[in-house]
């Protein structure tokens, strides 16, 4: 059965530098999203991502935050200078159609932690 | 402002015991999704509704639009059930979490 894929499964990082989570998402999928969830708190919306751009973005997703398509199969989320508020789990999710109606296959998840 | 409610935060139920988890929201939708995150984080979704009610095997899920309920049934609860049920709701782009309820069920 297709399924989402990401690595790193945990990332640990230094205050200030980059880092670039990446998702593989099901190869016949046309939306793809980002989403975090913060130790013991609700999942959060990112971005999601169409057609080569960015279709829809939260107030979290700043100019920090960056995404891409590099190829055919890799959507990655890139962060510039992580904060120790962005230590969280991020989820890459992909779907056939727009995420209100259709549903979502989750990866299982990058643990990025910034000290 | 709290766009999705889920009630209980936590349940504990014994082995066997029928379960309800409830949903509210407050915005427009056009579909409502369950999903259920294990303890080791990841995510699955169980169903997605946008009318009346779905059934998969132990599980079912009902919607209420008028009222902007639903509620995620789980009858003959066993252990390997313990995870956390997410209500989400989608308008077009995007879908916003309830904060969950954490199900334990005990042998």
């Known amino acids: 059965e297709p399924e989402v894929t990401q690595t790193p499964s945990h990332q640990v990082t230094q205050m200030g530098q980059e880092v670039i989570l990446r998702c593989v998402p099901i190869?016949?999928?046309?939306?793809f999203y980002w989403y975090r969830q913060i130790l013991g708190q609700k999942v959060e919306f990112l971005v999601s991502?169409?057609?080569?751009?960015?279709?829809?973005k939260s107030e979290i997703f700043d100019d920090q935050f960056s995404v891409e398509r590099p190829d055919g199969s890799n959507f990655t989320l890139k962060i510039r200078s992580t904060k120790l508020e962005d230590s969280a789990m991020y989820f890459c999710?992909?779907?056939?159609?727009?995420?209100?109606?259709?549903?979502?296959?989750f990866g299982p998840g990058t643990r990025l932690t910034v000290l | 402002k709290n766009e999705v409610e889920q009630s209980p935060q936590n349940l504990t139920a014994q082995e066997g015991e029928f379960i309800t988890i409830n949903c509210s929201y407050s915005v427009g939708i056009s579909a409502l999704h369950w999903l259920q995150q294990h303890p080791g984080g990841g995510i699955v979704s169980l169903f997605m509704l946008s009318s009346g009610k779905k059934k998969h095997g132990r599980l079912i899920a009902t919607i209420n639009i008028q009222e902007k309920h639903s509620s995620l049934h789980i009858t003959a609860s066993h252990p390997r059930d313990s995870a956390v049920y997410i209500c989400?709701?989608?308008?077009?782009?995007?879908?916003?979490f309830g904060k969950g309820t954490k199900l334990s069920v005990k042998p």
């Open positions: 989400a709701v989608g308008g077009q782009g995007n879908l916003i």
């Open positions: 999710a992909s779907s056939n159609g727009l995420a209100g109606n259709n549903e979502q296959f």
């Open positions: 190869s016949n999928h046309l939306y």
């Open positions: 991502f169409y057609n080569n751009e960015i279709s829809e």
